[in-house]
């Protein structure tokens, strides 16, 4: 795989001239997405992570994180018609701080280990959710958002443009990206925990994320849940995003391959 240009969060993959070509027909992230939903069979899954007091939830992201280690194309990224193999693993989520209509909705940012267990995993992520609902504090980009969008409209449309030209040049500074939730591997949405099935989410333009993952509520029926895709289709070809997905669903339906207390991924 010949590689062209370094940015701080990835290396560029030179692309054949088809694929060149092919890259500028398609505008931007949200015009190069595509949609795919998985019927997830947990009746194995369930009573392993009541067994291990796992939530199915940190299960979900460890499946998602095992899967791009296999499949490291699932964790590549396009900027300005440019395509990036991502250096790192970073998944991003909402987590609210109260589950009522006040409760205050907060986006964070995790780098997460691609080497680590299911139990650090869930470690790390209790303590990111338990900081977060024991503290009136907001994560450090919900801060710097919550800085500008008390600025002007005028002046928040140049800012972005600013930024956006600086993110395609690949001048945008670590400092200010590293913090920022749309510059990361994955984004996941938890709708099962207020109840709701799981929709399809957009993708978007500012940032590096490129697969979208929804969790959807457990149907308590047939022990089956929705967990539904939005994938930036630039990034790999359609066999290879449909082995990733298919990976993806195997872990998910058969937990032997995840949990187990002494062998970290493989």
Known sequence: MKKGKKR???????LSPYQKMEAHFISDRVEATVYHRLILDLSKTHPALKDYNLSLFTY??????????????????????RLYARNHMAISTVIKQRLTTEGKSIVVKEEINPDTTIFELNEQMKTVIFALKQSDE???ADKLIEFFGKLPHWIIQWILAVATFLNHTNLLPKSIAQDDPLHASVMFANLGSIDLAAPFHHLYRWGTISVFVVLGKVNKTNQTVECTFSVDERIADGYLLSRALLYFQHLMEQPDKIISIDSPLE
């Open 60 to 81: 979900t992201i460890m499946c998602m994180v095992k899967t791009m280690k296999k499949y490291p194309e699932m964790n590549r990224f396009v900027m300005n018609h």
């Open 138 to 140: 907001s994560a450090n």
């Open 8 to 14: 701080w969060d990835g290396d560029e993959i030179l």
